[in-house]
C-alpha cells in the first residue's frame, strides 16, 4: 500500500511539473523549432552580409601582385591594345647581350571611386530595403504559422468536444438499452425493442470511433509545427465551448498598415522605386583616385648560369610609383539607363497594384469576418437554449418512459433531437473561434484569442 500511494504521489508531481501547452506556447514553440523559420532567419541574415558587402564595395581598391618569370627580351616597336591573353615585353635590345633573361616584378595599385553621383549612397539604401523585406517575409511566416496552428489547435478540441458528445451519446444509448431489456423482461415491453435501441447503440459508437480517429490525425498535425511525434506532444486542457466578446470591433486605420504583408509590399514599391533612382544616376561617371607603386627587376647575362641569373634580378631593382585622378564613363550606360528607369517605373506600377489587390483582400477577409462572428453569437445564444430545452425534454421523456407512457421509438427521436442540438451547439463555438482566428490573420492581431486561451 505504502509503494501504491508513492508512487501516484510521484506521478502526481510529475504532472503538476509539466501542464501541457497552451496556444500561445504552441506559437512559440513553433517559432522556435520549424524549419521553415530557421529558413527566413537565415535569408534575413543573408540580406545583413549582403547590405554590408555593399557598403564595402566602395572602399578603395587595393591590388597586391608578385612575379617572377624567365623569358626572352626581344623588345620591338609598336602598339596594342592590352586585351586579355597578351603579356608585355619592354626594353631596348641591346649589343652584346643575351635575348633572355630572368624577370622580377612587384606592385601595389590603389583604385578609390570616391565620386560616383549619388550611386553609392543609393546602392547601400536599396539593399537596407532588401534587408527590411527579409525581416517583413520572417514576420509574414510567423502569422502564417499562427493562424495555421490556432486553425489546427480549434479543430483538435472541436474532435475532442465531438468525442466526448459520441461518448455522451453511447452511454445515453446504452442506458436506454438497459432499461429496454429490463422491461422487456418483465413484459412491459417487446423485445424488438432491444433490438432497435441496439442497431442505434452501434451507429453512435461507430461515430465514437471515427471522431477518436480524427482526433488522433489532428493531434498529429500540431505535433508537425513543434517537430514532435504526437505522444511527445501535451497540451493544456482547454475547451472550445466557450466565446469572448471582442472588445472594439474596429481596427483604427493608423494600424491597418502595419500588417506585415503590406508592410512587404510597402517595401517592394521602395525597393523597386530606388532602382529607378540608381538607373537614372548609372549614366553618370566615376572620379578615382589612383596611386601604385612598383619594383622591378631583370638579369640577362649570358655567361652566368641559370640560377646567378636569378639571383641577379633581385639585386639591382627599380622602383617607380605613381598617382593621379581617373575618369570612368561607360557612355553605353546612357543610352540603357532611359530603357532601365522605364522598367522599373512599370516595376513600380505592378507593385501598386499588387499591393492594392492585397489590401482589398484583407479588408474584405475582415469585414467577412466580423459579419461571421455576429452570426456566430447569435446561433450560439440559440444553439444553447435549444439545447438547455432538448436536454430537459430527454430527461422528462425518459420518466416518461420508465413509466410506460410513452414508447422506445418516442424516447429515441427525442434522444436523437438531444444528439442533433448537441452536435449544433459544438459546432456553433467552434466556427465562432474559426471566424476569429480569419479576423486575426486579417488584421494581424492575434491578442484577444492570445487572452482567451492563455
Excluded at 497552451?22 to 547590405?51: G, V
Excluded at 555593399?54 to 626581344?74: C, D, F
Excluded at 495555421?148 to 459520441?166: D, L, P, V
Aim: proline share 2%; net charge negative; hydrophobic share 35%.
Amino acid at each position: 500500500m505504502a509503494c501504491t500511494v508513492f508512487v501516484l504521489a510521484g506521478i502526481k508531481t510529475y504532472g503538476q511539473e509539466s501542464p501541457g501547452l497552451s496556444l500561445p506556447d504552441l506559437w512559440e514553440e513553433a517559432f522556435s523549432n520549424y524549419p521553415s523559420i530557421e529558413a527566413y532567419r537565415s535569408q534575413q541574415r543573408q540580406a545583413d552580409f549582403n547590405q554590408r558587402l555593399t557598403r564595402n564595395q566602395y572602399l578603395p581598391e587595393v591590388y597586391l601582385q608578385a612575379q617572377t618569370s624567365l623569358g626572352t627580351q626581344n623588345a620591338i616597336s609598336g602598339s596594342f591594345f592590352p586585351l586579355a591573353g597578351l603579356y608585355n615585353v619592354s626594353g631596348s635590345e641591346l649589343n652584346g647581350t643575351s635575348n633572355h633573361g630572368t624577370n622580377t616584378f612587384g606592385s601595389v595599385i590603389m583604385d578609390w571611386k570616391f565620386l560616383q553621383f549619388g550611386k553609392q549612397k543609393k546602392s547601400q539604401e536599396a539593399a537596407k530595403i532588401i534587408s527590411s523585406q527579409a525581416m517583413h517575409r520572417l514576420n509574414i511566416e510567423q502569422l502564417r504559422m499562427q493562424a495555421e496552428i490556432s486553425r489546427t489547435y480549434f479543430q483538435f478540441f472541436y474532435y475532442e468536444g465531438m468525442e466526448h458528445w459520441a461518448r455522451n451519446n453511447t452511454e445515453r444509448v446504452r442506458a436506454i438499452l438497459r432499461a429496454s431489456a429490463s422491461r422487456a423482461r418483465s413484459g412491459l415491453s417487446p423485445g424488438a425493442d432491444s433490438l432497435l435501441v441496439n442497431a442505434t447503440l452501434n451507429q453512435t459508437s461507430a461515430e465514437l470511433h471515427l471522431w477518436q480517429g480524427r482526433r488522433e490525425e489532428t493531434k498529429i498535425a500540431l505535433a508537425r509545427w513543434l517537430n514532435l511525434s504526437a505522444n511527445e506532444l501535451s497540451l493544456n486542457e482547454s475547451s472550445i465551448l466557450r466565446s469572448g466578446i471582442r472588445q472594439g470591433l474596429s481596427v483604427p486605420e493608423e494600424n491597418q498598415g502595419l500588417h506585415p504583408v503590406l508592410a512587404y509590399k510597402g517595401e517592394q514599391i521602395a525597393y523597386a522605386e530606388k532602382q529607378k533612382e540608381l538607373a537614372s544616376v548609372t549614366a553618370l561617371p566615376s572620379l578615382s583616385l589612383l596611386a601604385g607603386a612598383q619594383i622591378r627587376g631583370n638579369s640577362m647575362n649570358n655567361e652566368a648560369s641559370f640560377y646567378e641569373n636569378w639571383k641577379h634580378s633581385y639585386n639591382n631593382p627599380v622602383h617607380n610609383y605613381a598617382f593621379g585622378l581617373g575618369l570612368t564613363w561607360n557612355l553605353g550606360d546612357a543610352f540603357d539607363s532611359k530603357l532601365q528607369k522605364r522598367r522599373y517605373e512599370e516595376r513600380v506600377r505592378e507593385t501598386r497594384a499588387e499591393t492594392e489587390e492585397v489590401a482589398l483582400g484583407l479588408r474584405s477577409q475582415e469585414e467577412i469576418s466580423r459579419r461571421q462572428i455576429r452570426q456566430s453569437e447569435d446561433q450560439i445564444a440559440d444553439a444553447e437554449q435549444a439545447y438547455e430545452s432538448a436536454e430537459e425534454a430527454y430527461r422528462l421523456f425518459e420518466a416518461r418512459y420508465m413509466s410506460g407512457l410513452i414508447s422506445i421509438t418516442e424516447l429515441l427521436q427525442i434522444q436523437d433531437v438531444l444528439q442533433r442540438t448537441e452536435k449544433t451547439r459544438i459546432e456553433a463555438y467552434y466556427q465562432y473561434w474559426i471566424h476569429q482566428v480569419n479576423l486575426a490573420e486579417s488584421t494581424a492581431d492575434f491578442f484577444h484569442i492570445q487572452s482567451q486561451f492563455n
